[in-house]
């Protein structure tokens, strides 16, 4: 089936350097994306989410960026800090059935003080 | 502010037993979604349910089941358990099921020996 897919599964980067991870989804119906970072043995935390009709979002430290032409987003961090260390998860759902949330493969981040 | 409480957080089961797990959903919320997330994997959905009716089924097996009842509280119950249940399981809650930020509790982990 479908799934939304990252790019890279392991992101280090230096304490106060932004951050970068990528998504890519395959199906163009998909009209709400979410990212969710996920710290060992808990549950995903929301971060920031965007609908279709959007293409940046931002909150605090954190950008989202969808491309609907070439089906990518992107989670943007600045200055990482040592409490960004996580997973990061993107998640779609996709439109015609309840609002189940379709996960890609996380990206590790590691961030390096 | 109050989030989705889960218990156990965590459970040991021997093989072909019984386990059941509970999700109260943040206050007001009346969607609940469960996902079981294996070792190292995203999460998959596996059954939701809005105002107490099923909204929606995933790879959830035969051998689960579950329900939302009148105070809006989640139970999946799971029976013949095998190695392979060994996961964490989560459950998120919303309001309304629309495009509504999915909050995550902290997971059950369930064990089976």
């Known amino acids: 089936g479908e799934s939304v897919g990252l790019h890279l599964p392991t992101l280090s980067v230096q304490e106060g350097d932004n951050s970068i991870i990528n998504c890519a989804y395959s199906?163009?119906?998909?009209?709400?994306f979410i990212w969710y970072k996920q710290e060992s043995g808990k549950g995903p935390q929301f971060i920031i989410d965007?609908?279709?009709?959007?293409d940046k979002r931002q909150g605090q430290r954190v950008t989202v960026l969808l491309n609907k032409t070439v089906k990518h987003l992107s989670l943007q961090i600045a200055a990482t800090q040592p409490g960004d260390s996580a997973v990061y998860f993107c998640?779609?759902?996709?439109?015609?059935?309840?609002?189940?949330?379709?996960f890609g493969k996380g990206t590790k981040l590691t961030v390096n003080p | 502010a109050a989030g989705v409480i889960q218990s156990p957080r965590h459970l040991i089961k021997e093989k072909r037993e019984t386990a059941t797990l509970k999700c109260y959903p943040i206050?007001?919320?009346?969607?609940v979604y469960w996902y079981q997330q294996g070792p190292g994997q995203d999460p998959q959905f596996l059954i939701s349910?809005?105002?107490?009716?099923?909204?929606d089924k995933g790879s959830i097996p035969d051998r689960f089941s579950a329900q939302q009842f009148s105070d809006y509280h989640s139970e999946l119950n799971m029976s013949s358990l095998e190695l392979g249940d060994s996961a964490l399981y989560f459950c998120?809650?919303?309001?309304?099921?629309?495009?509504?930020?999915?909050?995550f509790g902290p997971g059950t982990r369930l064990l089976v020996l």
């Open positions: 998120a809650s919303s309001y309304g099921d629309y495009q509504e930020t999915q909050y």
């Open positions: 199906n163009s119906a998909s009209d709400y």
């Open positions: 965007i609908r279709s009709n959007m």
């Open positions: 998640a779609e759902n996709i439109p015609g059935g309840s609002e189940k949330l379709v």
């Open positions: 206050p007001r919320h009346d969607t």
């Open positions: 349910f809005y105002e107490k009716m099923q909204s």
